[in-house]
């Protein structure tokens, strides 16, 4: 007999690691001791050496799907120390009490085979759930986490259940949605007007949709509008209801080969969209131009059946349905069945519903993968309200993010909570369900936030949120200039002390001198930063105008570089506000020189949404070697792309092929990058570089940029955890207010 002391960090306290631990240690017949620790979990264990590895070798194999093992350390000892049995023991910690809550987890493989077994009791049941899968934090009214606090109170377990529940042999050990026909909810179809259809509401649900109806589909987080995917007239009606002329519709495929005859999917891509966490996984077309309908670039968003009641509404033979958030105009997600009825009226053509009532709205989580991994456009369902552990982070802090990804995270040691997908809250009831998603946060994670941090920006309602708390409260405000956010994000999602280099592109930030920033290299840490690089300021013909009407931009664009642009709609008056300087305040915006570039190669003049002008952009890039003249001068040394944009107005008016154009613009950003960089590593010494802001979210860009940089001797990193865009901004809000703190406290 020997013994072993085994140190586990990570994420791995609420997740089902104790019981798993204990079946483990049964399994192989040792015996000893376990508690939590600040940074994990601890176990002294007596057997056999042989008893001891094999328990070390399965432990990582099967630990629960949730646990994050960062790292396990063992030390072994010739000494047994005379263990009688296993025992959980209590730890006095603050962190003991740190429950976790689990996101919602997708159908699980076993319960998908007795949903679809006739001889099982909860053959096609759609509330079928177990210990590794079903709804989580979307049912969650409070902490502890158990039944009575969840939405699935109204519903006693019966007799079966209960069995269930509680044998800790059983899949369904504490699994606290755990019920079955008997005792659970039920599902119900009703008709436009809300009358309740008889008969079997999945199969009615199922006959209407391939009757080309559009219905609301009451899922975890949120209602989804469903239609066939295929059908272009009916996605095109469900557009004009929804007023939604051009963004992308999210696809649910019945399964991945049913995915794969729209897009081409990766063994890594497939391990993500059949992950428990069950993503909307962005795909490449197999052909560019096909599915326009459905989205106007090359990719698809794809996500699968979910729940059981996906899985039952696609069945054997639908093979793929919008499932589009059921939303108007950028409110937040319908989520109540009363809602639904009266805000989806003369949208939907009916309700599939049920009454489990969701507590808490959390839309479909959107990513791309490469390399394995997942980058988030948007971390919310599947992954929220799971925290990030970030090494050095102080707890007590609550970020409010921006406004129009609106996100916010809240710290609790080396823990951060972001926060699910908000949206834009310039809405009113979009910051109502901001402000009460901080206190749900607040009190599921038991944190009183003793420092707040926020946007620069004086009239984001964020800001104001923040402000109103701080004085209300007498709590410390420590504001945060948006660039310097997203690169102290960028920092903590690699786990870098800094300082280093931060090229940080995006659409607009509010800058220290008050201007609009927004392509910018950064050089600092948590502390500060100085502004090394930018972009030569684009005029904003009639300010916010300037960011739908892009032609505004690429009239700017053009009449600085000096070549005309007269050919413009409104070319005169525009001209004469620049030649004022009327109403044309300046952004050095990555995103504005990409919208004003989309339309002076016609490829988009009209931005229906955020971001649209690249996205085109992306799409019709062709693959070239031609690069335009960089020029960079002053200091900060700033990209002059006068040079660069004369070129593209010859080459265009020369007819030559549009695509091969955005693909040398896209090429010239990237040696620009690389000069840039390479003149602040230079200056600085830093050889590290974070990128971040949303217009990294180009996947041409992210597959030329980094190696780029990497080939001139600079380390690169990228958003791993949270994501580039202003969604992921939080954290680094957190990260600085955590060292500005410090530095008067500690005085380190
Ligand atoms: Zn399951
Ligand atoms: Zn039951
Ligand atoms: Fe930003």
């Known amino acids: ?128 759930n177990c210990t590794n899968c079903g709804p989580r934090f979307t049912i969650i009214r409070d902490v502890p986490y158990d039944r009575c606090s969840t ?40 008709d436009a007007e809300g009358r309740e259809v008889p008969g079997d509401p999945v199969e009615t649900a199922r006959a209407r949709l391939k009757d080309g109806k559009i219905l609301a589909v009451k899922g975890l987080g949120g209602m989804h509008l469903a239609c066939l995917a295929e059908d272009e007239q009916l996605v095109r009606t469900l557009r004009r209801r929804k007023e939604r002329d051009e963004k992308p519709f999210a696809l649910m495929c019945r399964d991945t080969a049913a995915a794969e005859k729209y897009c081409l999917v990766s063994d890594e891509e497939r391990a993500v969209l059949e992950s428990f966490r069950k993503p909307i996984v962005l795909l490449k077309k197999r052909d560019r131009a096909a599915l326009g309908h459905l989205s106007e670039n090359g990719y698809l968003g794809v996500m699968l059946p979910y729940t059981p009641l996906h899985v039952l509404l696609l069945g054997e033979d639908l093979d793929a349905l919008v499932m589009t958030s059921a939303n108007l105009s950028d409110t937040p997600i319908v989520y109540r069945n009363q809602e639904a009825l009266e805000k989806l009226r003369g949208i939907a053509d009916g309700f599939l519903l049920h009454d489990r009532q969701i507590q808490t709205r959390c839309d479909d989580s959107l990513c791309w993968v490469l390399g394995g991994k997942e980058y988030f456009a948007r971390r919310s369902r599947g992954y929220v309200p799971f925290p990030v552990r970030i090494e050095g982070s102080r707890g007590g802090i609550l970020a409010c993010g921006a406004e129009q990804k609106a996100s916010f995270c809240l710290s609790k040691g080396d823990y951060v909570f972001p926060s699910q997908h908000i949206g834009d ?11 009460q998603q901080i206190r749900h946060f607040e009190r599921l994670f038991d944190i009183r936030p ?107 664009l053009l009449w600085e570089s000096g070549c005309g642009g007269g050919e413009i709609p409104g070319a005169e008056s525009y001209e004469k506000m620049l030649s004022l300087g009327l109403n044309c305040p300046g952004s050095s915006g990555m995103g504005r020189l990409f919208d004003g570039v989309a339309a002076i190669l016609g490829i988009k003049t009209l931005a229906s949404y955020e971001g649209q002008g690249a996205v085109l952009l992306e799409a019709a890039a062709k693959e070239t070697d031609r690069v335009y003249p960089v020029v960079l001068e002053g200091e900060p040394l700033r990209f002059d792309w006068r040079p660069m944009i004369r070129e593209i107005v010859r080459d265009r008016d020369r007819g030559e092929d549009t695509g091969v154009l955005a693909g040398a613009f896209l090429n010239t950003l990237t040696e620009m990058a690389r000069r840039m960089c390479l003149y602040g590593a230079e200056k600085t010494g830093y050889t590290d570089v974070v990128l971040s802001g949303g217009s990294f979210q180009n996947q041409i860009l992210m597959a030329k940029l980094p190696a780029a940089l990497e080939s001139a001797g600079l380390r690169v990193y990228r958003h791993r955890r949270v994501s580039c865009n202003d969604e992921g901004l939080s954290l680094g809000q957190l990260m600085i207010a955590g060292a500005a703190v410090g530095a008067g406290k500690d005085k380190k």
């Open 1 to 128: 007999m020997e013994s072993v002391f085994i140190r586990i960090r990570g994420i791995v306290q609420g997740v089902g690691f104790r019981p798993f631990i204990h079946r483990l240690v049964r399994e192989t017949g040792l015996k000893g001791t376990i508690k939590n620790s600040s940074s994990g979990v601890e176990l002294v264990l007596d057997g056999e050496r042989e008893d001891l590895e094999r328990f070390l070798r399965l432990l990582p194999e099967r630990a629960p799907q949730l646990a994050v093992i960062e790292s396990v350390e063992a030390e072994y000892s010739p000494e047994p120390r005379g263990f009688s049995d296993f025992r959980i023991l209590s730890s006095k910690t603050e962190n003991e009490r740190n429950t976790l809550i689990s996101p919602d987890i997708g159908i699980c493989a076993d319960c998908r085979r007795e949903l679809l077994d006739p001889r099982d009791r909860r053959y096609r049941y759609p509330f079928i």
């Open 151 to 190: 939405s699935m109170a109204r519903f006693p377990m019966c007799p079966d259940c209960d069995r269930e529940y509680h044998d800790i042999e059983n899949r369904r050990y504490h699994a606290q949605p755990d019920c079955c026909p008997v005792c659970g909810p039920r599902v119900f179809f009703l």
């Open 425 to 435: 809250l310039k809405n009113a009831e979009t910051l109502a369900h901001y402000e």
């Open 450 to 556: 003793k420092v707040l941090a926020c946007d620069l920006h004086p009239d984001y309602l964020s800001t104001e949120y923040a402000q109103n708390r701080a004085e209300a409260e007498g709590l410390e405000l420590v504001r945060v200039q948006h660039h310097h956010a997203h690169m102290a994000a960028c920092m903590a999602d690699n786990g870098l002390a800094g300082p280093c280099l931060g090229l940080i592109w995006d659409g607009v930030g509010y800058g220290t001198d008050g201007q609009a920033w927004g392509g910018e290299l950064l050089a600092g840490d948590y502390r500060g930063f100085t502004r090394l690089g930018s972009l030569r300021p684009i005029p904003l013909i009639g300010g916010d105008r300037a960011v739908k009407e892009l032609s505004r931009l690429a009239f700017a």
